[in-house]
């Protein structure tokens, strides 16, 4: 699912963990698959605001910079309303295309960076934190 994301764009480059994006368009980063070590890299590379897709509503947030909650389904948008911004169920269930979609989390991402919305974990606090430690974890 997570190639699938990157739709039909050129990767332009490949990035270490935490290394700052110099080049437009899709670039693919070495990252944990823990989800805080991998927002954690995201906001330290420089991002400014992080659009997390989620099929299960892990409930994580980032102190540095926003984070908007994308549901992969209506169901889970629903049992988890209180900390999902984004639900593109419709697109599933054919009530959108992937261009609408798209049109829209763009207008919600514009309303979140002028300061117009707030996402939800920015609201609950969710301020996770989580560096990366290369090497073996117990």
Known sequence: G???KGG???VVDVLDYTEPATK???SLVCTPGNDVEA????A?????LIL???????????PVCPTIKVA????????????????????????????????EILRYCIKA??????????LLNQDDFIPWKRGVSL
């Open 113 to 122: 960076a002028s300061g117009d919305v707030t996402p939800k974990a920015v």
């Open 72 to 103: 992969t389904n209506t169901r889970l948008a629903q049992r988890m309303a209180d900390i999902i911004d984004i639900d593109t169920g419709p697109v599933i269930e054919g009530e959108k295309t992937i261009e609408e979609m798209g049109a």
């Open 2 to 4: 997570a190639a699938k």
């Open 52 to 62: 997390f897709t989620t099929g299960l509503g892990t409930p994580t947030g980032n």
């Open 8 to 10: 039909t764009s050129p």
């Open 24 to 26: 437009p368009g899709l």
């Open 44 to 48: 330290a590379s420089g991002a400014t």
């Open 39 to 42: 927002t954690t890299g995201k």
